[in-house]
């Protein structure tokens, strides 16, 4: 069974503050990795890929992979309230289970 | 990045009776788009992925009769949830991927009212 987990939360952070989101995955072979973003009531939106070891930074965002120790992670820099909201981890399987697989997300809350 | 568009945002329909759902790649061909379930304040649940021009495939536990999915064109897929009940009542959400294992775009997700 290929799984993605993340801690549910919720993850309280101050205004100005970074959000450290992270997530682990079950399968060594998986090569592409996203983060999405849901607002209450709304549908996931993309908000970063990431395919290779490292960093990946977008504006106050960063991305890490660990494929050794199947880990990603997004931290998030000086947080705002607009960055309230569920953050989704999606793995994409292969070989047996080609699909995203998305974890369970964890709830951020950003504290004004 | 890739534009999703899924119609209609929200729909009202009385037990028993049918309602369609389209999904909708405007700026890219989507061979392959995915239909979820998400109830309120749980994750995403993968109902079935749709392949142009083939059956679809379902995940365990989705009835294929009650959840008819279409995918007639590499860029509409439908979703008709047939002779609707309440407990179907959910936000039900397209994604079409650009690519094999690139990213996944939703469209903006239906909300099912079943009275």
């Known amino acids: 069974q290929k799984e993605v987990e993340q801690n549910s939360g919720p993850l309280s952070v101050p205004e100005g503050a970074i959000a450290s989101l992270n997530c682990t995955y079950s399968?060594?072979?998986?090569?592409?990795f996203f983060w999405y973003r849901q607002y209450s009531g709304k549908s996931p939106e993309l908000i970063m890929s990431i395919y290779s070891n490292g960093d990946k930074e977008d504006g106050r965002f960063t991305a890490q992979l660990n494929k050794a120790s199947q880990y990603v992670s997004l931290l998030i820099r000086d947080s705002q309230p607009s960055d309230s909201a569920t953050y989704l981890c999606?793995?994409?399987?292969?070989?047996?289970?080609?699909?995203?697989?998305f974890g369970t997300g964890t709830r951020l809350t950003i504290i004004p | 990045g890739a534009v999703v568009s899924q119609h209609p945002s929200r729909v009202i329909c009385k037990s028993g009776t049918s309602v369609k759902i389209e999904c909708r790649s405007l700026?890219?061909?989507?061979?392959?788009m995915f239909w979820y379930r998400q109830f309120p304040k749980q994750s995403l649940m993968l109902m079935a992925t749709?392949?142009?021009?083939?059956?679809?495939?379902?995940e365990q536990g989705v009835e294929k009769d009650k959840f008819l999915i279409n995918h007639a064109s590499l860029t509409l897929s439908t979703l008709t949830v047939t002779s609707a009940h309440p407990e179907d009542s959910s936000f039900y959400i397209c994604?079409?991927?650009?690519?094999?294992?690139?990213?996944?775009?939703f469209g903006q997700g239906t909300r099912l009212t079943v009275v």
């Open positions: 749709s392949n142009e021009g083939s059956k679809a495939t379902y």
């Open positions: 399968d060594r072979v998986s090569q592409s």
């Open positions: 700026d890219f061909q989507a061979t392959t």
């Open positions: 994604s079409a991927e650009t690519g094999v294992g690139t990213e996944a775009f």
């Open positions: 999606a793995v994409y399987f292969y070989f047996g289970n080609e699909k995203l697989t």
